[in-house]
Structures are given as structure tokens and as C-alpha cells.
């Protein structure tokens, strides 16, 4: 047998495997019930199957996780007890925050409240110290005070305390005192600096970003440490264990159970690195990305093959000021249940069954309607080929829970039931694509959209229908794309440096120097991680703006920089405001406000298989025919086998593909076709 890799995608109904043989270049793909109690316990059943095939655990040369702990904690409020140690007379940054309500809806919501404080008031304390804004010290830490405020905070019973000072990313030894007092007083108490987590300017945002961590860091920890132990009992002590990270990177176990707010986008990052590859295999380079799982749907654009990453974002009102693909996420998924409420009107999700009971046709108790049930009442689920015949459906469930909860009390039949329950989840998904992208200017006609997850292509011709875009790519393994993408990243670690500084009185040299520290920090961790030199690559930018502005542009750039780059850096900030905002002002001084620096440890990559036609006829693929329903419609038509459509091969909707992981719909008025890589092209028109 060869070295194996295996990686998963841990979602809220099943967690998604891909095992790759480095060896034949041989994929299988499995998905497993999750345990959400403990995602660790269907870890090992996917590791499991793969022993069970007698690939022995020592084998498994590289395991890789986009894992949800982290965000759950976050979303369903259950991190740890968490206490704020911040500089005297400033323990207000954390309450007031930006000072204004966030853009969207909630502006005109007059019962509008800011998501409550991670760690509130009674559990803040302060430090009398103050650092200038230029790093020098204008008050020592007064260390006996800070002792007493500390053993008052342990009464509290906090399991963990964030700190962030003033100006600690210029002078970080103050708070690294205060982690040594507080180890002291409280032994055993989990710590997070500031100037450890995010060591740049804005104070609000490093203070947030550092309380999310601490919030976070010991159930991270205790649950890596956990299936390590795990994967170790079960013979997998391969060194090469990573756990994905927001930013598209991976970074190993260690590394992450040090900076857990890392992970808060953990699984959909995956399926937005397999998307990138989708961008170079095929002629197009405009994609939404269309991940819809058992709770949640993510959405993202890739433009001209890149996919847009912030410098900071929001999860839940909750700002993170570290690199991060962007991602918007709504509560959009197969389990997503739908009620009559007291007033009769029809109100879809944002509650979901889980795993447990889960949807009604899954037989394990589920009584309230789900979009899985309305599917499955809609004739677009093969009862009897769910995960490949594995898992039974039971569409009578479906029909009874669709009919008493929604029907009957709506008066009206079941299949209009189903039809309205799966429109407004499609509207609400909709909305959603459309906030990244027309909402800020794009235009969706020159977007395909890319589905995946376990329920993206049931839904994706309709919406992309819905939406005028100009077509649909499902992918050969969609119901585990996510996991497919944790195959083709890399290890990513971010550092970051802020000092301003007006750029015409600076040298290239004087540019180079923070790059050149924060460089050899990259290459010494990366280098520990076991990567060799020639297998690191450095990226570049810097954190520009006009003076006086309160916002930045990042601008990518190379380094070291070389004589002259210095005037192109300047040009290159003035076309990306310009292009950005519309305006530009060249006589302007421009200002350095951060050095960002992204150390990249290569991963070997896993090359993308062609396939040839085999000669297969059309007719070969048809599993049966199955009456389904379409606005209002019912029509019988074909159910394909996804495997044994080839290469070449067109046909028309109304049809289904069914295929292990995922099931795919295909409009009335659509088209499909097999390309090379054998993903199915869905276009508008007859083929």
C-alpha cells in the first residue's frame, strides 16, 4: 500500500472524508454520521474505514481537519469563563466598541442590542501602565496592584483572561508581565496576549480579537489534545496532524490550540481552496462558490481565479482582525425545519435537526418538516440510493411531516407545502450570494456558480436560474469538496507589524527591515514544522493610506524591495484607492500602517486527474424514473448514476444525478455536460 493522506470536514449532520494515495493518486471519499457531543468519536470511524480496507494506520502519512468547535462555541455561546486585564481608564473599549450600529438591517432595528460582552465588566480588571503611541513607556507597570486586582478577578472563576494594553504591539513586555503575575496568582489559568494574537494597530479590534481567543483556546486545546490522543491509540502518529485555519492555510495541531480564534472559519475555507483549483482546470475564472451542508450555507466570490481575503472580519457581530477568506454564511441547510407559527405565516429555519434527530425521512425520530423532507417529497431524493444505498429514506415520513406541520395548517397540499418551504430557503440563500457580489458592483451574469456541500447541487440550478448567472459546475465529489481542499493547501502562518510611517521618508532598506525580522520568525517556525528552506514561500504586503484616513488598503509587494519600488509601491496604492473607492489623490502623503508578512510552507500538491471517454452510452447511466415535481409540475423523468456518466456525454433537464456523497437537480430548461475532469457543466438551453 502507499502513504495515505486523509483529511475531513467535520460538518453538523455528517462529517466528510477523502483518503488520497500518494502512491496510484487513487481518491475514495466516505461520509460518517457526526457525534457532535464529541466530532472526535466519527474522526476515528472515518480513520477506521480506511483501516478496515487494510491500509495499516501507520500509512496514514498526513491528516488534515476543518473543524467546527471552535465556531460552534462562539455561535451557541459556550466558551469558558473569561476575564480582561486592559490599561487603567480604558476598560470601556470593549463595551462601547465601533460606536455605531453595523451596516444591514440593523440600522433601522430600534430593539437593536450589540452582541453581549465575552467578558464583561465584572470580570475586567486593570493595570495602571501606559506605553506611548511611539513605544516608549510613560508609566511602569505597577506590578503589587496588579497582584491584588488579579487574586480579585480568581474569585470570579474565570478560566481563562485575555489582556490587552495600550500600545502593547510596540512594547509588548508589559503585557508579558502581566501573564507572568497572573500564572503566578492563578496556576493553571489560560492567558492570550494581545501582542501575541494580533500585534497591530486598532485598539477595539485587538482587544476583541484577543477575548475571542481566550473565549475559545481551552476547549480548542482540550479537544485537539483529545484526538491526538485518539488519533495516536489508533496507530496514526504521523507528525504531520493540521488543523485549517480562516485564512485558506492549514496549521498544525500545536500551532493551533495556541490561537484558536484562527479557526472560527475552519470548514468552509476548505472548499474555497478546491474552488481556486476548479479556477485552473477549467475556462472559468469567475466563480461563486455554493457550499450548502445539514445547518448552515457559505457563500464566497472568486474573482479572476482569487478569492477576496479581509484583514478582519465579523462572525455573529464579532469582530477578528486577522486574515481570513470572506465568507458569508446564513443558517441554510438540509435540516434546516420549517413551522406555522401562531399567526399563521410560514417561517423557515434558522433552527436546525442536526444530526440528532435530524430530518424526519432519516428515521431517527425527527417529527418537524425539514428541507431534506421537502426534497425528498418533491421526488428529487432516491429513497432507497441515499449515500449510495447506505442510509434508507423514508419519503412517507417526509410527506406526514410536511402535510401536519405545514400543510394542513396553511390549507394547502403537501407538494405546494414543500415547494414554498424549499422557495423561501432559496430566497434567503439568494440574498446571501447577492451581498457579495451585485451588492458591490459585480455582475452575476459573468458568474458560475460553484456547488457543493451535501445539499449546494440540489438547489443550485434553481437559484442560479433565480439569479441570471450564467451556470453551474458541480464538481466530481461535491458532497466532500471541503475535505477535498484540505488535500490541496498549504501550511499559512501571518505575522504582522504596526508602525506608521509616511513612505517618501522612508529608504527600500528602512521598508525592507520589518519584512526581514518578521521573515525569519516565518522561516524559523515553518522550519520547526519540519519544512525545508526550498519548501517556503514568503508573501509580501503592506498597509497603506492616505494620512488622516481611518481605514487602509493592503498592497501586495515584493520583497526584499529593490531601488525604485518604493515610487511603484506609491502608484500601485493610488490605482487600488481609485479602483476601490473611485477617487484618488496623488499629491496626497501616503502612509505605511502595518507590515504583513504570510510565510507559506508548500505542501506537495495533489494533481487533478483527466479522464478519457469510455463509450459509454447515456441510456447505460439511467438508474430510473422517478415522477418529480417542478412549479407545480409533476413530470416524470430520468435518474442518472452519476459514475457512469461519461466523458462528453450532454443531456437535458428536468433530471437527477445521484451519486454517493450528493444528489444533483437539474431545471427544466438546463443543459448539462461531462468535461475532462468529469465535472458536470449545468448551462441554461438545450444541449
Aim: net charge negative; aromatic share 6%.
Amino acid at each position: 500500500m502507499g502513504r495515505f493522506r486523509v483529511t475531513v470536514d467535520t460538518g453538523g449532520t455528517f462529517s466528510d472524508f477523502v483518503y488520497f494515495d500518494e502512491t496510484t493518486e487513487e481518491v475514495s471519499i466516505a461520509k460518517v454520521p457526526s457525534t457532535p457531543d464529541d466530532p472526535s468519536r466519527a474522526i476515528l470511524a472515518g480513520v477506521d474505514l480506511l483501516i478496515e480496507r487494510g491500509v495499516k494506520p501507520s500509512d496514514i502519512a498526513y491528516f488534515c481537519h476543518g473543524t467546527t468547535v471552535g465556531t460552534n462555541a462562539l455561535l451557541e455561546g459556550k466558551g469558558v469563563r473569561t476575564g480582561l486585564v486592559v490599561t487603567e481608564g480604558f476598560r470601556g473599549i470593549y463595551e462601547v466598541q465601533e460606536q455605531s450600529r453595523p451596516h444591514g438591517p440593523q440600522i433601522f432595528d430600534i430593539f437593536y442590542d450589540k452582541p453581549a460582552m465575552l467578558a464583561p465588566q465584572s470580570r475586567t480588571i486593570e493595570a495602571r501602565e501606559r506605553v506611548a503611541f511611539d513605544g516608549t513607556v510613560l508609566l511602569p507597570l505597577d506590578e503589587e496592584l496588579l497582584r491584588g486586582a488579579v487574586r480579585e478577578l480568581a474569585k470570579t472563576g474565570v478560566d481563562s483572561i485575555a489582556v490587552c494594553l495600550l500600545f502593547s504591539f510596540l512594547h509588548p513586555q508589559h503585557e508579558r508581565r502581566v501573564r507572568d503575575i497572573i500564572e503566578a496568582e492563578m496556576p493553571g489559568c489560560n492567558v492570550s496576549l494581545s501582542s501575541d494574537i494580533v500585534p497591530q494597530i486598532r485598539e477595539y479590534y485587538r482587544l476583541s480579537t484577543t477575548v475571542i481567543n481566550a473565549y475559545l483556546q481551552p476547549i480548542l486545546a482540550r479537544y485537539i489534545a483529545n484526538l491526538d490522543g485518539r488519533l495516536s491509540g489508533a496507530g496514526v502518529n504521523t507528525p504531520q496532524k493540521y488543523i485549517m485555519q480562516s485564512n485558506g492555510g492549514m496549521s498544525t495541531f500545536a500551532a493551533t490550540a495556541k490561537k484558536a480564534v484562527a479557526t472560527v472559519l475552519s470548514g468552509p475555507a476548505g472548499g474555497i481552496t478546491a474552488c481556486i483549483q476548479t479556477c485552473r482546470t477549467t475556462p472559468y475564472q469567475n466563480l461563486i462558490t455554493f457550499d450548502m451542508g445539514g445547518t448552515s450555507c457559505d457563500v464566497a466570490l472568486i474573482k479572476d481565479g482569487e478569492p477576496s481575503i479581509a484583514n478582519r472580519g465579523k462572525i455573529e457581530g464579532r469582530d477578528i482582525a486577522l486574515p481570513m477568506i470572506e465568507i458569508n454564511t446564513v443558517s441554510a441547510g438540509g435540516g434546516t425545519l420549517a413551522h406555522v407559527d401562531r399567526f399563521g405565516s410560514l417561517i423557515v429555519g434558522p433552527e436546525s435537526a442536526g444530526a440528532v434527530p435530524g430530518p424526519a425521512c432519516y428515521l431517527r425520530g425527527g417529527e418537524q418538516p425539514t428541507i431534506t423532507d421537502c426534497n425528498a417529497t418533491l421526488g428529487y431524493l432516491s429513497p432507497d440510493n441515499f449515500l449510495g444505498g447506505k442510509m434508507k429514506l423514508d419519503v412517507g415520513l417526509a410527506r406526514k411531516a410536511v402535510e401536519t406541520k405545514v400543510a394542513q395548517p396553511l390549507g394547502i397540499s403537501v407538494g405546494e407545502a414543500a415547494e414554498g418551504i424549499v422557495s423561501i430557503i432559496n430566497v434567503k440563500m439568494q440574498e446571501a450570494i447577492k451581498a457579495i457580489s451585485t451588492m458591490r458592483g459585480h455582475d452575476l451574469r459573468d458568474f458560475m456558480l460553484l456547488a457543493f456541500g451535501g445539499a449546494g447541487p440540489l438547489h443550485a440550478g434553481q437559484i442560479a436560474q433565480n439569479l441570471g448567472m450564467a451556470g453551474v459546475i458541480v464538481p466530481l465529489y461535491p458532497g466532500v469538496y471541503s475535505a477535498m481542499g484540505l488535500l490541496m493547501s498549504d501550511v499559512k502562518h501571518d505575522y504582522i507589524r504596526s508602525r506608521l510611517a509616511a513612505i517618501n521618508t522612508l529608504t527600500e532598506g528602512e521598508i525592507n527591515a520589518p519584512f526581514d525580522e518578521l521573515a525569519k520568525d516565518a522561516r524559523a517556525e515553518l522550519a520547526d514544522e519540519g519544512f525545508a528552506d526550498a519548501a517556503v514561500r514568503i508573501e509580501a504586503a503592506l498597509d497603506m493610506r492616505y494620512a488622516g484616513q481611518g481605514y487602509e488598503i493592503t498592497v501586495p509587494c515584493e520583497w526584499p524591495l529593490k531601488p525604485g519600488d518604493r515610487a511603484m509601491l506609491r502608484k500601485r496604492f493610488d490605482e487600488l484607492h481609485a479602483s476601490s473607492f473611485g477617487h484618488t489623490a496623488p499629491d496626497e502623503t501616503v502612509e505605511i500602517v502595518s507590515w504583513r508578512l504570510r510565510g507559506v510552507g508548500v505542501v506537495p500538491p495533489v494533481r487533478q486527474r483527466t479522464f478519457e471517454p469510455q463509450g459509454l452510452a447515456l441510456a447505460d447511466a439511467v438508474r430510473e424514473r422517478r415522477v418529480m415535481r417542478f412549479d407545480g409540475v409533476e413530470t416524470e423523468c430520468p435518474v442518472y448514476q452519476r459514475e457512469k456518466l461519461d466523458v462528453g456525454v450532454t443531456f437535458d433537464g428536468p433530471a437527477v444525478v445521484d451519486q454517493l456523497d450528493c444528489t444533483t437537480v437539474v431545471f427544466p430548461g438546463q443543459s448539462v455536460r461531462v468535461d475532462e475532469y468529469r465535472n458536470m457543466i449545468i448551462l441554461a438551453g438545450r444541449s
